[in-house]
């Protein structure tokens, strides 16, 4: 079986901070009630003219910056493309002056970088390609209702990218989890009606599908890596609500220092909140050869992911 891992990884913030100091004066709200509920204590905005592909292009570029390898196929994960067609994907390549390659974009929530990466390897274990460039970008600020105090505290913009191989990498990825409960496809929405953009969540109910899909699915890989007591693992779970974590680590017995968690500064990006967190820890060298690393997504849909890594 061919063995397949992560080359490098880059990402993009936009500049612009919107604190919760910012909110209270915006949405009746305070610093007290939201570091409290969520862990989030800023996010970053992108300005009107700056669009997803822009921040998936950005990071695409810093991820490509230092490596000859060459993808042969990019897959971006998004649920906010400012576009129909061309897709997100075709944008990433053009502005890259990427050549003799395919592209398509995936759109599976907060779970989307995680699906990209199973499909990536599926692609490449069937020798269709060698090298994928993975962007995941999302402008959560274009569809975020700023009256709404419940929502409008929760997100940021950002985009992550991450290019796999099975040439010349230093990060082999071990296992894969993938899964849905169609049954909770209505619990959270985003998108237009009658004009509007909106963004809404059945909060308690996905909150609690959150806590038991993340439990699971960090024993799941555990199981499948055969994980012994004296090995070292990290969990990158999708930055969603820093609660969630915490009840997770509780229940669980996982110390929090396990968890790479970065919610406080830039809040719930979406599919881009894995590779943002993952690319903070990868630039500080947080972990060591022969740790293993968790990269855990779930979201609307419901739909979660997971992915196990070798580092």
Same mark, same amino acid.
């Given at each position: 079986?061919?063995?397949?891992?992560?080359?490098?990884?880059?990402?993009?913030?936009?500049?612009?901070?919107?604190?919760?100091? *910012?909110?209270?004066?915006?949405? *009746?709200?305070?610093?007290?009630?939201?570091?409290?509920?969520?862990?989030?204590?800023?996010?970053?905005?992108?300005?009107?003219?700056?669009?997803?592909? &822009?921040?998936?292009?950005?990071?695409?570029?810093?991820?490509?910056?230092?490596?000859?390898?060459? $993808?042969?196929?990019?897959?971006?994960?998004?649920?906010?493309?400012?576009?129909?067609?061309?897709?997100?994907?075709?944008?990433?390549? =053009?502005?890259?002056?990427?050549?003799?390659?395919?592209?398509? *974009?995936? =759109?599976?929530?907060?779970?989307?970088?995680?699906?990209?990466?199973?499909?990536?390897?599926?692609?490449?274990?069937? &020798?269709?390609?060698? =090298?994928?460039?993975?962007?995941?970008?999302?402008?959560?600020?274009?569809?975020?209702?700023?009256?709404?105090?419940?929502?409008?505290?929760?997100?940021?913009?950002?985009?992550?990218?991450?290019?796999?191989?099975?040439?010349?990498?230093?990060?082999?990825?071990?296992?894969?989890?993938?899964?849905?409960?169609?049954?909770?496809?209505?619990?959270?929405?985003?998108?237009?009606?009658?004009?509007?953009?909106?963004?809404?969540?059945?909060?308690?109910?996905?909150?609690?599908?959150?806590?038991?899909?993340?439990? &699971?699915?960090?024993?799941?890989?555990?199981?499948?890596?055969?994980?012994?007591?004296?090995?070292?693992?990290?969990?990158? $779970?999708?930055?969603?609500?820093?609660?969630?974590?915490?009840?997770?680590?509780?229940?669980?017995?996982?110390?929090?220092?396990?968890?790479?968690?970065?919610? *406080?500064?830039?809040?719930?990006?979406?599919?881009?909140?894995?590779?943002?967190?993952?690319?903070?820890?990868?630039?500080? =060298?947080?972990?060591?050869?022969?740790?293993?690393?968790?990269?855990?997504?779930?979201?609307?849909?419901?739909?979660?992911?997971?992915?196990?890594?070798?580092?």
């Amino acid at each position: 079986m061919k063995k397949i891992g992560l080359v490098s990884i880059g990402a993009f913030v936009p500049e612009n901070k919107l604190t919760n100091a *910012d909110l209270e004066k915006m949405v *009746d709200t305070t610093d007290e009630w939201i570091t409290t509920r969520t862990g989030i204590k800023e996010r970053r905005i992108a300005p009107k003219n700056m669009y997803p592909s &822009d921040m998936a292009c950005f990071a695409a570029e810093k991820c490509l910056k230092e490596h000859s390898v060459k $993808p042969d196929m990019v897959i971006s994960s998004t649920g906010t493309s400012e576009k129909l067609f061309p897709y997100q994907s075709s944008i990433v390549a =053009n502005r890259l002056s990427l050549s003799n390659l395919a592209a398509f *974009d995936l =759109n599976a929530a907060c779970s989307g970088m995680i699906y990209a990466i199973a499909v990536a390897s599926g692609l490449i274990e069937k &020798d269709i390609c060698r =090298n994928v460039l993975i962007t995941a970008s999302e402008k959560m600020s274009y569809f975020t209702d700023y009256k709404d105090r419940a929502s409008c505290v929760l997100f940021g913009d950002g985009a992550a990218a991450i290019l796999l191989s099975s040439e010349n990498f230093e990060h082999e990825i071990l296992a894969l989890e993938l899964g849905l409960d169609a049954t909770g496809s209505d619990l959270v929405k985003m998108g237009e009606r009658d004009g509007n953009l909106y963004f809404w969540q059945d909060g308690q109910k996905v909150f609690r599908f959150a806590v038991t899909i993340l439990s &699971d699915m960090i024993k799941k890989m555990k199981e499948k890596t055969n994980l012994k007591d004296s090995d070292n693992f990290y969990i990158i $779970p999708h930055q969603a609500n820093k609660r969630i974590v915490e009840t997770v680590s509780k229940r669980d017995s996982i110390p929090m220092e396990k968890f790479i968690l970065n919610i *406080d500064r830039y809040g719930n990006t979406s599919s881009a909140s894995i590779g943002l967190a993952l690319e903070e820890a990868w630039r500080l =060298n947080r972990f060591k050869k022969g740790d293993y690393v968790f990269l855990i997504g779930f979201g609307a849909g419901l739909s979660w992911g997971a992915a196990a890594i070798k580092w």
